[in-house]
């Protein structure tokens, strides 16, 4: 490097303060796959240097129930989990264990719902061959507790016109209600899907390519090609991030209501005054949606 120009040592600088933010980010993107929190300050961390010690958050599946999903508006069988609170130094547990809550994640839409262990009268340990099988087995008082739940969807599927607007509003809300605190869970945490990975993965070769590129056309323009390719390379990495949450909530977000709302042969007023009531009641989906995204599944 003795020989490296200024702009040179600029790039490499740039280059490993890159490739920092890239293992903060993949590290960051492993605990949002194994912790699952939908809480947005799930996580906590030592203040002085947060990946050496402090609590985290650790999941463990139980095995499965049954039980009433708002987004398949029917009940389907859960993968029921526990998540707990733990310390940790370097990564490693230490101290008491404190079971905080249980969710059970839809294996049919898999959207995770807070749940209680004590409502299950047994948590099976593999997926019963139907729903009404591991229905009877995990929830046998399901006629009971469920009851007027599927009443209403009985309504629904009859005469949806016979809701009153009181049950319409509750039934518009419930979805978005659902889905609001995985939507919490992902915008708290830096986004990583895909194209991100694939940004990456170009922020490394590009510089390289370019270089070479450059080179070939003039020997004395390598530099500058190193150049372009790292702020080529920066550019697509920030890019790609900016839209990850979007791209998420079309994928993932957006399917789920429009299959949820469907029945209810919802409007786009009635949508604006559900998302107007997330805003003021601070869910990020009340922000982060947008009328259109719903529109241009049913379309
Ligand atoms: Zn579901």
Same mark, same amino acid.
């Given at each position: 490097?003795?020989?490296?120009?200024?702009?040179?040592?600029?790039?490499?600088?740039?280059?490993?303060?890159?490739?920092?933010?890239?293992?903060?980010?993949?590290?960051?993107?492993?605990?949002?796959?194994?912790?699952?929190?939908?809480?947005?300050?799930?996580?906590?961390?030592?203040?002085?240097?947060?990946?050496?010690?402090?609590?985290?958050?650790?999941?463990?599946?139980?095995?499965?129930?049954?039980?009433?999903?708002?987004?398949?508006?029917?009940?389907?069988?859960?993968a029921l989990e526990r998540r707990s609170?733990?310390?940790?130094?370097?990564r490693l547990p230490i101290g008491a264990t404190h079971v905080v809550r249980h969710q059970g994640r839809?294996?049919?839409?898999?959207?995770?719902m807070a749940t209680e262990h004590l409502r299950y009268?047994?948590?099976?340990?593999?997926?019963?061959?139907?729903?009404?099988?591991?229905?009877?087995?995990?929830?046998?008082?399901?006629?009971?507790?469920?009851?007027?739940?599927?009443?209403?969807?009985?309504?629904?599927?009859?005469?949806?016109? /016979?809701?009153?607007? /009181?049950?319409?509003?509750?039934?518009?809300a419930r979805p978005f209600v659902a889905l609001s605190p995985m939507v919490d869970q992902r915008f708290s945490t830096l986004p990583v899907?895909?194209?991100?990975?694939?940004?990456?993965?170009?922020f490394l070769a590009l510089p390289a390519l370019a270089r070479a590129a450059c080179r070939w056309v003039s020997?004395?323009?390598?530099?500058?090609?190193?150049?372009?390719g790292l702020a080529l390379g920066l550019a697509l990495v920030a890019w790609t991030a900016v839209g990850a949450r979007r791209r998420w909530i079309r994928r993932f977000v957006a399917p789920r209501l429009t299959g949820s709302l469907g029945p209810l042969c919802v409007s786009s007023a009635e949508i604006e005054v559900v998302l107007g009531e997330l805003r003021l009641q601070r869910h990020k989906l009340g922000s982060v949606l947008r009328v259109s995204d719903l529109q241009r599944r049913r379309a």
């Open positions: 490097m003795q020989n490296a120009t200024p702009a040179a040592l600029a790039c490499a600088a740039a280059a490993d303060r890159l490739l920092q933010l890239v293992a903060i980010t993949a590290a960051r993107g492993d605990r949002r796959i194994t912790h699952t929190s939908r809480e947005p300050a799930a996580y906590e961390e030592g203040t002085a240097m947060p990946l050496v010690w402090g609590r985290k958050w650790t999941t463990r599946k139980l095995g499965f129930v049954a039980d009433f999903c708002e987004i398949c508006r029917r009940p389907q069988p859960f609170l733990v310390g940790h130094v370097g839809c294996t049919r839409c898999s959207t995770e009268a047994q948590v099976a340990r593999h997926k019963a061959a139907s729903t009404h099988e591991l229905l009877a087995a995990t929830l046998p008082d399901h006629e009971q507790v469920l009851q007027q739940r599927l009443a209403v969807e009985r309504v629904v599927r009859d005469d949806v016109d /016979a809701l009153s607007p /009181a049950a319409r509003r509750d039934l518009l899907d895909a194209w991100v990975g694939a940004a990456m993965l170009a020997p004395d323009s390598a530099q500058l090609g190193l150049l372009c």
